[in-house]
């Protein structure tokens, strides 16, 4: 596990969230600092996007988004790469890749 996913995390919670909150949408405290997140989860739900008329995705055609569910409950919505988006399924596991322009997060599939 080399990678980590910025996030997050709650000092009276607990709970893990995706960067970017100020107040934590569990319990409403604003005691939140930086968190490494865990780079693993499941694909919770997805779909697969098979046409794509402009923007950064049409040369990546057909892809994935899902809501990956991360092994510390963050629901993130994000891309899967896989080399066969016509046979992922809810529940394949998933390892953090990176942020694509800081903004999207990708997934890769799991080694089985």
Known sequence: MSNTIPSMKCSDCG????????????????KIAEHAGVPL???FTFSVNTFVPAGKFK???PYIIAVVKTDENMFMTAV????????IKIGDKVVFKEYEDELTP???????
Not at 15 to 28: F, S, Y
Not at 106 to 112: E, Y
């Open 59 to 61: 040369t990546r055609a």
């Open 41 to 43: 989860g499941e694909v």
């Open 80 to 87: 899967v790469d896989s080399p066969d988006p016509m046979n």
């Open 15 to 30: 709970t893990v969230h995706p960067t970017g909150i100020a107040i934590c949408p569990n319990c409403g405290s604003e």
């Open 106 to 112: 990708v997934f890769t599939l799991a080694a089985s």
